[in-house]
């Protein structure tokens, strides 16, 4: 079993940035893909960036050139950095890897960017 905590979610401004982390605990040994997610109210959740256990990103059109994933493999932990934070970024943002065929998820960060 996988369990995933996000941290670093909040209030920031028009231009601002965030990171945002999620670590992996239980008994894992050699975790997949991992990557992140966002949500907002009466949307699909949208994919936000991913990154495989190789290093290899792949991102939403629309955070390209903003955000950047990265993961530490012995710290079992992703992390996305968001830059130039937009209002249309706000959103609930879930992480999730992928482990012995199986997909887990957090419970998510609230990002808000508001003035």
């Known amino acids: 079993q996988v369990q995933l905590v996000e941290s670093g979610g909040g209030l920031v401004q028009p231009g601002g940035s965030l990171r945002l982390s999620c670590e992996a605990s239980?008994?894992?040994?050699?975790?997949?893909?991992m990557g992140w997610y966002r949500q907002t109210p009466g949307k699909e959740r949208e994919l936000v960036a991913t990154i495989a256990s190789s290093g290899d990103t792949n991102y939403a059109d629309s955070v390209k050139g903003r955000f950047l994933i990265s993961r530490d493999n012995a710290k079992k932990t992703v992390y996305l950095q968001m830059n130039t934070l937009q209002p249309e970024d706000t959103a609930v943002y879930l992480c999730?890897?992928?482990?012995?065929?199986?997909?887990?998820w957090g419970k998510g960060t609230l990002v808000t960017v508001s003035s």
């Open positions: 239980g008994t894992i040994f050699s975790i997949g893909p």
């Open positions: 999730t890897v992928r482990y012995r065929g199986a997909d887990y």
